[in-house]
């Protein structure tokens, strides 16, 4: 994944997170499927060919799948407080408002 880079964007992108995170969690979804070429897709698609009575390579389970979905609120918390520094007066996009991005709504 490659978020956006503006304030804005991130602020949506992350409301984005929340809804599908909130959604996942009420349909116990506990797969995680992606269309990007490097989240091991192809791998995993060769996994199963290659034992299709063996165990499923894209389920996680609900814990791990709402783990990834916390990491991925996580990092958006972080670009935003990053973004957000550096759009301020006198603002630091070094990083050093980070530590703001690991509170949890």
Same mark, same amino acid.
């Given at each position: *994944? =490659?978020?956006p880079?503006?304030?804005?964007?991130? @602020? #949506?992108?992350?409301?984005?997170? +929340?809804?599908?995170?909130?959604?996942?969690?009420?349909?116990?979804?506990?797969?995680?499927?992606? =269309? +990007?070429?490097? &989240? +091991?897709?192809? !791998? /995993?698609?060769? !996994?199963? @060919? =290659?034992?299709? &009575?063996?165990? =499923?390579?894209?389920?996680?389970? @609900?814990? /791990?799948? !709402?783990?990834? *979905?916390?990491? *991925?609120?996580? *990092?958006? @918390?972080?670009?935003?407080?990053?973004?957000?520094?550096?759009? #301020?007066?006198?603002?630091?996009? #070094?990083g050093?408002?980070?530590?703001?991005?690991?509170? #949890?709504?």
């Amino acid at each position: *994944m =490659n978020p956006p880079t503006s304030l804005t964007e991130l @602020r #949506t992108y992350l409301a984005s997170i +929340h809804s599908f995170r909130d959604r996942i969690r009420q349909a116990n979804v506990d797969v995680e499927l992606s =269309n +990007h070429p490097d &989240d +091991h897709g192809l !791998q /995993r698609a060769e !996994q199963l @060919r =290659n034992r299709p &009575d063996g165990a =499923n390579p894209c389920v996680l389970g @609900r814990p /791990r799948t !709402q783990r990834f *979905m916390a990491v *991925m609120d996580l *990092m958006l @918390r972080g670009r935003a407080a990053d973004a957000e520094a550096a759009e #301020t007066p006198g603002g630091d996009s #070094t990083g050093a408002s980070l530590p703001r991005a690991c509170v #949890t709504s």
